[in-house]
């Protein structure tokens, strides 16, 4: 038989931990109390509860105090703070310093313990999930694709020889790394490796950047000044975005890589330079070959080794492992435990098409890790277009079967409870008051129809209704015809969810704590989604 899990509550009210003590024994929770922050923190260790509900206003030692210090001991401590001020600098503090979640005095007890079960199965899925790999920060090329297998392929056999690579990719795809992983592999690992990128400098600054400068050489030139090729003597030299390098440049650096020698700017010293170069770039240049905005001696000099890096999308069985890399890498720098992505979360990840490529993906899991609060990341905690996906919509099946989107919608929406008529809220109408109930549908008064019947629909019998699957594909069918170009997801994708809703209202007699428990949302995100459709 299961342990019961342990909740600590720290509060200096004796009413409110009288009241805590009864309901969470009662809900069968091993409670423990204390009346003051320093007797809460020592009851924290001895106690190891499971979650915390702390109280911030207290004598001795304040909650923020407390909070820090039980993160401090335990960072994967769950802890939901208790206040009657809500002001926003406490609620910010709390936040920052890792609290779960915050209640404001007073607070209605059955959202209390629905914020308790969340907490506690949210604690419980991260550790039931395997224990995820150490992340080595040694290097950041991931992936075990078919198209990453060639590119290491290819890292493997130009590492050992000291060839000028070329390397083609979209923005955002790693080119950088691979540039990197050659030199680390290669002879030249001892000795510096110098970036720089030729968008970001301007054509002004690019040969002094390049090839340094002597004093006097401009206004300004106080001093002599080496430069990258200088820096990166018996390294490697990589140059992003060579595409955009003016053509008085290439001619200079092509130059450069013949005689392998250069001048400083203002200078007439010859200096021998002994540096491997690795060139980058999201362009075709080819295409610029042929417009004339590339030299072809330039590219065939550059271009002894190619290295195609493939796109994200190309590579979607990367995502779980970059993805997991990138909260490891996050959790690194923060010193905090690493968060866990749910399958859901890595599911929906999979469907969208990461135009910005890795980068986006990096900058999409920092996001979620600085702002989800739960340890484990969830779909709902993933930004809205990740969320939508960005599969192509599948044709509709031919079917038979007319009904309307709403009704349809309602068919799949509400698989535990029979189909019910839509509520008589006009459009503009305003809907009920968070957690009041919500008037019974007209339907509810009658006898409830046969299964298989549709509302609103005229189906003869059971057996002519469509199944589940034909019943969306009729939806996605007239909403692809009633919709203008650019708004047909949306247009769906609102009719089903404001369905969904409206009937799990219905169902729970619209109190919001248990429709939103039911649904598997936050109460904050069902309010919204209440505002946004006008429940």
Request: glycine share 8%; proline share 7%; with cysteine.
């Amino acid at each position: 038989m299961a342990q019961p899990a342990k909740i600590l509550v720290v509060d200096d009210e004796h009413s409110v931990r009288w009241a805590f003590e009864k309901t969470l024994t009662k809900a069968g929770y091993e409670v423990a109390l204390a009346e003051t922050g320093t007797k809460g923190l020592a009851m924290f260790e001895s106690f190891q509860p499971d979650l915390t509900l702390l109280d911030i206003r207290m004598p001795e030692m304040d909650g923020l105090q407390v909070l820090e210090k039980v993160r401090g001991l335990r960072p994967d401590a769950q802890v939901i703070v208790m206040t009657a001020y809500s002001d926003m600098e406490t609620t910010v503090s709390a936040m920052k310093l890792g609290a779960y979640d915050f209640l404001t005095k007073p607070f209605n007890i059955d959202e209390c313990l629905l914020l308790i079960s969340r907490g506690l199965a949210a604690r419980r899925a991260a550790a039931d999930l395997p224990v995820q790999a150490a992340v080595s920060m040694t290097g950041g090329l991931k992936g075990n694709s078919p198209p990453m297998q060639e590119v290491y392929k290819l890292i493997g056999r130009v590492s050992a020889e000291d060839v000028t690579v070329l390397v083609t990719g979209e923005s955002g795809s790693g080119k950088e790394l691979v540039a990197q992983a050659i030199h680390y592999n290669s002879d030249r690992s001892a000795k510096p490796f110098w970036a720089i990128n030729c968008t970001a400098i301007t054509e002004s600054l690019m040969e002094s950047e390049l090839f340094g400068y002597e004093k006097g050489a401009f206004t300004g030139a106080v001093g002599s000044k080496s430069g990258v090729f200088e820096l990166a003597q018996g390294g490697t030299l990589f140059l992003d975005e060579i595409g955009d390098m003016s053509l008085e440049m290439q001619a200079q650096l092509l130059r450069v890589l013949e005689e392998r020698q250069i001048v400083r700017v203002g200078g007439n010293k010859r200096i021998k330079v002994d540096v491997r170069i690795i060139a980058a770039t999201n362009k075709d240049l080819r295409k610029a070959i042929q417009e004339s905005r590339f030299r072809e001696d330039l590219f065939h000099r550059i271009k002894v080794i190619e290295i195609g890096l493939p796109p994200l999308r190309q590579r979607k069985e990367d995502i779980p492992l970059l993805a997991r890399y990138f909260t490891g890498q996050f959790a690194n720098q923060k010193k905090t435990t690493p968060k866990v992505l749910s399958d859901e979360a890595l599911a929906a990840m999979a469907t969208y098409s990461w135009p910005g490529n890795v980068r986006e993906l990096k900058n999409v899991i920092d996001q979620v890790c600085t702002l989800t609060r739960d340890q484990i990341v969830l779909v709902e905690h993933l930004p809205p277009e990740i969320r939508r996906g960005g599969g192509p919509v599948p044709p509709p099946a031919q079917t038979s079967t007319v009904a309307p989107p709403v009704a349809a919608a309602a068919s799949t929406a509400a698989t535990a409870e029979p189909a019910v008529a839509p509520t008589p809220l006009s459009p503009g109408a305003a809907g009920p008051a968070a957690g009041a109930p919500l008037p019974a549908p007209a339907a509810e008064a009658n006898p409830e129809p046969p299964v298989g019947v549709v509302i609103g629909a005229k189906v003869p019998s059971a057996p002519a209704v469509a199944g589940p699957a034909d019943l969306v594909a009729t939806l996605v069918a007239q909403g692809l015809r009633d919709s203008a170009a650019g708004q047909a997801y949306e247009l769906v994708m609102d009719q089903v969810e404001k369905e969904l809703l409206r009937q799990a209202l219905v169902k729970f007699k619209g109190n919001q704590v248990q429709t939103a428990n039911f649904l598997g949302i936050t109460r904050n995100t069902l309010r919204a989604k209440i505002e946004k459709y006008e429940l």
